[in-house]
């Protein structure tokens, strides 16, 4: 079975300090991974997402993720955060989206991020 | 914008009874999906649906029907409401473009038992 595990339930960091959200999946065959963002009363948004090609995706509002294999992770990071990055961000992994998984998330327990000025 | 209504957005109900939220797409994709949002659990499949007539159960299915007798509309019902289901409701979709299983969402129904 797979399952995402997000490291800390709120993170807090300055305005223009580096942001690191911390996602580890657990997946019996290769996976799909996803970052997901929500801000207050909206539905989730794709960040970015990581399909066996790049290790390193590059998403939106200036994002990356890096796809580590060996330690089973898919941090996300963002080297300087603005204000408007404050919002919840959930981890998601998928596997073989064709087949029997009919393309179902698994998601992590999300990170609500806090941005001080 | 991936054409998803969710209604009602909101409601407010009393436990035991009945309650149905609808998730509309005008894009007419195959897979469907119903997860409900909770502080401390993230997202959570309920039911999901990959065709007309063609739905299954997701990790939380209990106490929840679905229905899909058209593309376009997927309808959760809770046949009798309790308070734990209390939650934030959200539909999604999968695009047919690419292989990759990345979900589109809805608004979110808000859902309030008392």
């Known amino acids: 079975a797979q399952s995402v595990t997000q490291l800390g339930s709120h993170v807090s960091v300055s305005e223009g300090a580096l942001v690191l959200l911390r996602c580890n999946y657990s997946?019996?065959?290769?996976?799909?991974l996803f970052w997901y963002v929500q801000y207050p009363n909206q539905g989730l948004q794709l960040l970015l997402k990581y399909t066996s090609a790049a290790t390193l995706v590059k998403g939106i509002n200036g994002f990356e993720a890096e796809f580590k294999k060996s330690e089973t992770s898919f941090h996300l990071t963002k080297p300087s955060a603005h204000m408007s990055d404050a919002a919840e961000y959930f981890c998601?992994?998928?596997?073989?989206?064709?087949?029997?998984?009919?393309?179902?998330?698994?998601f992590g327990q999300g990170t609500i991020l806090t941005v001080h000025p | 914008d991936a054409g998803i209504t969710q209604s009602p957005r909101h409601k407010v109900t009393e436990t035991g009874t009945p309650v149905t939220l609808r998730c509309h797409q005008t894009?007419?994709?195959?897979?469907m999906y119903w997860y409900r949002q909770d502080p401390g659990h993230g997202l959570r499949l309920i039911h999901y649906s990959y065709g007309v007539k063609d739905t299954d159960k997701g990790e939380v299915s209990d106490g929840y029907s679905v229905s899909r007798s058209k593309t376009e509309d997927f309808l959760l019902t809770l046949e009798s409401a309790t308070s734990s289901q209390t939650s934030v409701y959200f539909c999604?979709?999968?695009?047919?473009?690419?292989?990759?299983?990345?979900?589109?969402f809805g608004e979110g129904s808000r859902l309030t038992v008392l």
């Open positions: 998601a992994v998928s596997f073989n989206a064709g087949g029997t998984s009919y393309g179902k998330l698994t």
């Open positions: 894009e007419n994709h195959r897979y």
């Open positions: 999604a979709i999968r695009t047919r473009t690419g292989n990759t299983g990345e979900l589109f």
């Open positions: 997946s019996s065959v290769p996976p799909y």
